[in-house]
T-cell receptor, first 108, second 115 residues
Framework: AQRVTQPEKLLSVFKGAPVELKCNYSYSGSPELFWYVQYSRQRLQLLLR??SRESIKGFTADLNKGETSFHLKKPFAQEEDSAMYYC??????????FGQGTRLTINP | GAGVSQSPSNKVTEKGKDVELRCDPI?????LYWYRQSLGQGLEFLIY????????KSGLPSDRFSAERTGGSVSTLTIQRTQQEDSAVYLC?????????????FGPGTRLTVT
């Protein structure tokens, strides 16, 4: 079975502080992992994917197969980072399996 | 270019009525997906189309739910005899799997409220 767990429904940090949104997955094969973001009154959009190994808007995420994790990190949070973040997995099929999401609030 | 569009943006219906939700994917995208976003449930996969065929219907919650896609483009999700638990935001996404990147692009969603 494929499962994605985001243990924090809500996360609040101050501007300039580091941010880490946790994501753990369950899948027996080699998954593709993604982070999607939904800003207020906007549609869901891809933030980054593990195979690209890129940094988008200062965010990075490293796939740790030993810990089955794909945590999203940013060293210095900005107010515009406030949004809903979803971790997603694709394993052997086209569909995405999403976690329940973490609402990130950046306080000024 | 134009993104994924969905209509209506909002739909309020009475319990027991049938509803149809429409999705227009990005032109040229062969893959189309329906997801449901509800409070406490996160985002759930419903069905996936490749062209007009649906190789994965595993997420449809009951036989009251059905979907079709015509001409390899527009898709309609139909919910028969709606129940209050069907209230959610229904999201459509499309992608071009052969492009290598295969990013799913999402529409704005249809908010369904069953009273």
């Amino acid at each position: 079975a494929q499962r994605v767990t985001q243990p924090e429904k809500l996360l609040s940090v101050f501007k300039g502080a580091p941010v880490e949104l946790k994501c753990n997955y369950s899948y027996s094969g080699s998954p593709e992992l993604f982070w999607y973001v939904q800003y207020s009154r906007q549609r869901l959009q891809l933030l980054l994917r593990h195979i690209s190994r890129e940094s988008i808007k200062g965010f990075t995420a490293d796939l740790n197969k030993g810990e089955t994790s794909f945590h999203l990190k940013k060293p210095f949070a900005q107010e515009e980072d406030s949004a809903m973040y979803y971790c997603a997995l694709r394993g052997g099929a086209q569909k995405l399996v999403f976690g329940q999401g973490t609402r990130l609030t950046i306080n000024p | 270019g134009a993104g994924v569009s969905q209509s209506p943006s909002n739909k309020v219906t009475e319990k027991g009525k049938d509803v149809e939700l429409r999705c227009d994917p990005i032109s040229g995208h062969t893959a189309l997906y329906w997801y449901r976003q509800s409070l406490g449930q996160g985002l759930e996969f419903l069905i996936y189309f490749q062209g007009n065929s649906a190789p994965d219907k595993s997420g449809l919650p009951s036989d009251r739910f059905s979907a079709e896609r015509t001409g390899g483009s527009v898709s309609t999700l139909t919910i028969q005899r709606t129940q209050q638990e069907d209230s959610a935001v229904y999201l459509c996404a499309s992608s071009f799997p052969l492009a290598g990147v295969d990013e799913q692009y999402f529409g704005p969603g249809t908010r369904l409220t069953v009273t």
